[in-house]
């Protein structure tokens, strides 16, 4: 399995000057890939030209999204910028895409809510139709498609590369991967789907992991009683990141990003630390 970090662009305190050493940083290091979040109505950068801008500063961890929210993207403007961040960092993007489950990032543009998940399909159907005419068949991005429903997984076997999973225990994951696997085969599709998944984590203790908690439950509120659950799913230990990791690795994942919950540089070090044992 190869491991991922995000960078934090969701989270308070998070400047631009930071992220952009947090992605030299982990650039230089033994991550595989740096993931950015989305969100339309949130103090948080936007992950497209976030990546942009990364691009330009590392030379080899993969980029990815985890994940934009399709529907509010004009396909072939959003297609264009995804082919040229790909093209300008060498080939090293991932688009992993979802309908969002949030209703005011929809409000905040002023788009319908209502028939999201139709959109998506003709997005993805329309982003890989443009990568392949471009490029060439699998030259362009890989197509990851984000989820929880039973549609998500026919979503992903009719038009992508892979599924992301957004979340919780490796039993969790595992389910999912499994709803992929058959969504695939149903589908007709050779070989199996790329299996990408995410957590959120927070090393150490005292002020700093309470700043932490505060954001996983604003970042979630929209769930109601459910944030609190998410925030106690934090990895705050390198115990529990360390048996994370080990499980979604048995579980069958190819691919986990850790997202941070802290904008502080030190995270990023200590993640480091830990995942080097």
Same mark, same amino acid.
């Given at each position: 399995?190869? +491991?991922?970090?995000?960078?934090?662009?969701?989270? *308070?305190?998070?400047? *631009?000057?930071?992220? +952009?050493?947090?992605?030299?940083?982990?650039?230089?290091?033994?991550?595989?890939?740096?993931?950015?979040?989305?969100?339309?109505?949130?103090?948080?950068?936007?992950?497209?030209?976030?990546?942009?801008?990364?691009?330009?500063?590392?030379?080899?961890?993969?980029?990815?999204?985890?994940?934009?929210?399709?529907?509010?993207?004009?396909?072939?403007?959003?297609?264009?910028?995804?082919?040229?961040?790909?093209?300008?960092?060498?080939?090293?993007?991932?688009?992993?895409?979802?309908?969002?489950?949030?209703?005011?990032? &929809?409000?905040?543009?002023?788009?319908?809510?209502?028939?999201?998940?139709?959109?998506?399909?003709?997005?993805?159907?329309?982003?890989?139709?443009?990568?392949?005419?471009?490029?060439?068949?699998?030259?362009?991005?890989? +197509?990851?498609?984000?989820?929880?429903?039973?549609?998500?997984?026919?979503?992903?076997?009719? &038009?992508?590369?892979?599924?992301?999973?957004?979340?919780?225990? *490796?039993?969790?994951?595992?389910?999912?991967?499994?709803?992929?696997?058959?969504?695939?085969?149903?589908?007709?599709?050779?070989?199996?789907?790329?299996?990408?998944?995410?957590?959120?984590?927070?090393?150490?203790?005292?002020?700093?992991?309470?700043?932490?908690?505060?954001?996983?439950?604003?970042? &979630?509120?929209?769930?109601?009683?459910?944030?609190?659950?998410?925030?106690?799913?934090?990895?705050?230990?390198?115990?529990?990141?360390?048996?994370?990791?080990?499980?979604?690795?048995?579980?069958?994942?190819?691919?986990?990003?850790?997202?941070?919950?802290?904008?502080?540089?030190?995270?990023?070090?200590?993640?480091?630390?830990?995942?080097?044992?």
């Amino acid at each position: 399995m190869r +491991l991922g970090v995000g960078l934090p662009n969701s989270v *308070p305190g998070a400047e *631009p000057r930071l992220l +952009l050493e947090w992605a030299r940083r982990a650039d230089e290091g033994t991550f595989d890939s740096l993931g950015v979040v989305d969100r339309m109505r949130y103090d948080s950068l936007e992950p497209m030209t976030l990546l942009a801008a990364v691009g330009a500063c590392t030379t080899r961890i993969e980029l990815v999204t985890m994940v934009v929210i399709g529907p509010l993207r004009d396909h072939a403007i959003f297609g264009r910028e995804a082919a040229t961040i790909h093209a300008l960092s060498g080939g090293r993007l991932t688009l992993g895409l979802a309908v969002g489950a949030r209703t005011d990032d &929809y409000d905040a543009l002023g788009v319908a809510h209502q028939g999201r998940g139709v959109r998506l399909e003709d997005q993805l159907a329309a982003l890989r139709d443009a990568f392949e005419a471009a490029s060439g068949p699998g030259a362009g991005p890989d +197509l990851l498609v984000g989820g929880g429903s039973d549609i998500t997984f026919v979503r992903a076997a009719r &038009y992508a590369d892979g599924y992301v999973h957004g979340g919780g225990p *490796p039993r969790a994951f595992e389910r999912a991967a499994s709803r992929a696997a058959t969504a695939w085969t149903d589908a007709g599709r050779p070989g199996r789907p790329k299996l990408w998944a995410q957590a959120y984590f927070a090393l150490g203790d005292g002020a700093g992991l309470e700043r932490a908690r505060s954001y996983m439950r604003d970042y &979630y509120a929209f769930t109601g009683p459910f944030a609190e659950k998410i925030t106690e799913g934090l990895l705050t230990t390198p115990q529990s990141i360390v048996q994370f990791v080990r499980g979604y690795e048995e579980a069958g994942c190819d691919h986990l990003v850790l997202l941070p919950a802290l904008a502080e540089l030190g995270q990023l070090d200590a993640l480091a630390e830990v995942v080097a044992r």
